[in-house]
């Protein structure tokens, strides 16, 4: 019982409406995380390289995150027709994370921040202690192109390519 009880509260925090303090053309925190496919991940890597999305999400394995992880993994190929790394993020352990990816198949990397750094460098952490659902669109220069807080879990994938071609971000080289 204690297990549901908790699970509704995150649930619910999904709903909560928690802006960051972060604005479109400040510098994005740099982060350095490490992925469910074992490598780390840092934001500087891809200065002057590729526009990163940072999608964070609440828990693994409920029921707004894995929907809208398998849109990632079911429509992944709209966003990379563009010039840009995306990846899911979330305070989760590694190892749960890992599980997650393993679940719902993600071909992507899903990045974890259980010390909550990331997290809180981002200002995404809400009331209960995880991330809200917020995505960020960084530059290839690092700046904040975009604060998506209007997460479609079933359509995160269509959205995320729509908010790349309205930011112009350049298709792929494979693509032009």
Known sequence: MRNCYFLLIIYLSS???SATNLKVGDLAPNFRLQATNGDYYQLSAFKNKRVVVLAWYPMANTRGC?????????HGNLIRKYEAS?????????????????????????????????????DVLN????????????????RILKI???INPETA????????????????????
């Open 86 to 122: 995306y990846f899911m993020a979330s305070v989760d352990p590694l190892d749960k994370n890992r599980a997650f990816a393993k679940k719902t198949a993600a071909d992507f990397p899903m990045l974890s921040d259980p010390g909550k750094q990331t997290a809180k460098g981002y």
């Open 148 to 150: 998506d807080e209007d």
């Open 157 to 176: 994938a269509q959205d995320i390519a729509k908010n790349l071609q309205a930011l112009n971000i350049e298709l792929a080289k494979t693509q032009k």
């Open 127 to 142: 009331f209960f202690g995880v991330a809200s659902r917020i995505t960020f669109y960084i530059s290839k220069q690092g």
């Open 66 to 74: 894995t929907i809208e992880c398998l849109s990632l993994v079911k």
């Open 15 to 17: 709903f909560v409406v």
